[in-house]
């Protein structure tokens, strides 16, 4: 991720979007995504808008929070999952309302 303080601006990538956030495969874990968001939350005071690399843009820092907490209803299972399959992958897809998490089946 950038972070532009003068403008108050975030680019982050994949890892904020309002679209599919990829978190299958083994170079990912949906168990530390939630933490690794918290830390990002923490320079939350010195931007207001996230551009992500897909979907909505600018994005409003808040989504943030919102992405925090689905993933943690993903993980606790309070979320159930749907089979799909992406680029030859079979994966579970989670609605969190603001996004949709793409994991490990």
Do not use: C, W
């Amino acid at each position: 991720m950038v972070l532009d303080v003068t403008n108050r601006l975030l680019f982050s990538g994949d890892s904020i979007q309002d679209e599919r956030i990829f978190l299958f495969g083994p170079a990912r874990n949906i168990n530390v995504f939630p933490d690794s968001l918290r830390r990002l939350e923490t320079f939350s005071d010195r931007f207001d808008l996230i551009y992500p690399s897909h979907g909505t843009m600018p994005l409003k820092s808040g989504i943030i929070g919102k992405i925090i907490s689905g993933t943690e209803d993903v993980i606790s299972g309070k979320i159930p999952g749907h089979k799909a399959t992406v680029f030859g992958h079979d994966i579970l897809v989670y609605d969190i309302g603001v996004a949709r998490i793409l994991g490990n089946a």
